[in-house]
């Protein structure tokens, strides 16, 4: 039985900073943050929308009444959770107006929980194929101002339903995961950022690619001509590409260059909304299926997954016939975003919850999106 994603859908919020304006405001070198960092915009987000409205604007998105019914459980992995005990899945899931009869749970690991949410469907799927799961990957991505992080941050959620004779891809057997108790990136739990050791990461990153993938090939016997494309968790686009070219090396082969050729189609999303954490290698996904020129039915994609702390899986999927269909348009989302100046990115990024617990009432006149932070009232968000 054929068991993968059905659907996926992106939502993000509806403004963004440019990343050469960032630059010039924090007196660097425009260059470095698009070609070093390889990022041009990132998503700003107003203090009405949280993980719980973007993960139910992205769910929305692929869900008619048909498939909603079929949902037995949804699963929101994030790094940005908005409550330390009840899941945002609970949230989410009256938003969408599912059955009551449904399973809600929420997952952590860094960046990589989707992965692992994803995995967990798909062995409910095989124990009961009628059922559909809902994997929502949710985050804001905050390093704070004026930090070498800032660059990288970003938001945004990817809903994708896992089930049986998907319609997108088909997920293979064959998965490596990998973990080691590091600290490379965490959030004590009294803080609104992150802290990250970002130089350590990159290289526990590239490590821990290089070690699942050479597991995958020996487990499998599979090379590089196997794959049309391998996509990457991709905190800011140069680490995709630092994580390809670790693989490839000074290779100049067809092969290794038809990789790197798709590694740029999978980083044009990520360029323009930045670091989504959990969904962040789902929207790379996404972007090769939607700027990729050179895709076909029955093409194997390699996707690694990573998450600080840290874990990383590679595993692999079967591009589906029509798979065109069964996503919402990025670009065209992305081009209704509306651009704001560096002051008031700035007023926004001061203007989130975090840890307030105070009443407090939000301007949602500005935000037309369908769900809204209203604000919190009796320590409890509306
Ligand atoms: N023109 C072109 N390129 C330039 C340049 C210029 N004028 N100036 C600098 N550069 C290049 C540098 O050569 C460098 O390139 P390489 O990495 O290829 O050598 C690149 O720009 C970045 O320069 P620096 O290393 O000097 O930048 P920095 O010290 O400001 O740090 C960073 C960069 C480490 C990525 C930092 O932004 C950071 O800490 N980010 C957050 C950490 C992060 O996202 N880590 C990723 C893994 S963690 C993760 O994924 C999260 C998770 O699981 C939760």
């Not at 740029?264 to 929207?283: E, H």
């Not at 990115?345 to 939000?362: R, T």
Request: glycine share 8%; proline share 2%.
């Amino acid at each position: 039985m054929r068991i993968g994603i059905d659907r996926m859908a992106f939502a993000t919020t509806n403004e963004y900073v440019d990343l050469v304006e960032l630059a010039k405001e924090r007196g660097v070198d425009p260059n470095k943050f698009t070609i070093g960092i390889g990022q041009d915009q990132q998503a700003v987000v107003p203090p009405t929308q949280d993980i719980v409205t973007l993960g139910a604007a992205a769910a929305q998105k692929l869900l008619t009444p048909d498939l909603a019914k079929n949902i037995s459980t949804v699963i929101v992995a994030t790094e940005s959770g908005i409550d330390n005990s009840k899941a945002s899945a609970i949230y989410i899931k009256r938003l969408l107006g599912l059955n009551d009869f449904t399973r809600t749970v929420e997952m952590k690991e860094a960046c990589y929980s989707a992965t692992a949410g994803m995995q967990f469907a798909k062995g409910l799927v095989a124990l009961n194929p009628q059922e559909t799961v809902l994997v929502i990957a949710a985050d804001i991505a905050r390093y704070g101002l004026n930090t070498p992080g800032e660059v990288t941050q970003g938001a945004g959620a990817v809903a994708m339903l896992i089930s049986s004779n998907p319609h997108l891809l088909s997920l293979e057997d064959t998965t490596v995961a990998y973990s080691q108790d590091i600290m490379d990136f965490w959030r004590p739990l009294y803080a609104t950022e992150a802290l990250v050791d970002g130089k350590y990461s990159t290289n526990v990153y590239i490590d821990f690619f290089l070690r699942t993938f050479n597991r995958y090939q020996q487990l499998t016997g599979r090379g590089l001509e196997d794959f049309v494309a391998l996509t990457f968790h991709m905190p800011f686009t140069k680490m995709g590409k630092k994580g390809l070219e670790g693989l490839l090396g000074d290779r100049n082969d067809e092969t290794a260059n038809h990789l790197r050729d798709e590694l740029t189609a999978s980083q044009l999303f990520s360029r323009k909304v930045g670091n989504l954490y959990t969904g962040s290698l789902y929207l790379s996904l996404m972007s090769l299926l939607q700027n990729s020129k050179d895709l076909t039915a029955g093409s194997r994609i390699g996707l690694f997954s990573y998450g600080s702390g840290a874990e990383g899986e590679f595993y692999t999927g079967i591009l589906e016939e029509g798979y065109q269909k069964y996503m919402n348009d990025v670009a065209q989302e992305l081009a209704n975003r509306q651009q704001v100046s560096v002051a008031q990115y700035e007023k926004m990024f001061n203007s989130q919850l975090g840890m307030n617990d105070k009443d407090i009432e939000f301007d949602d006149a500005n935000d037309h999106s369908t769900f809204i932070l209203k604000g919190q009232k009796n320590h409890q968000r509306i």
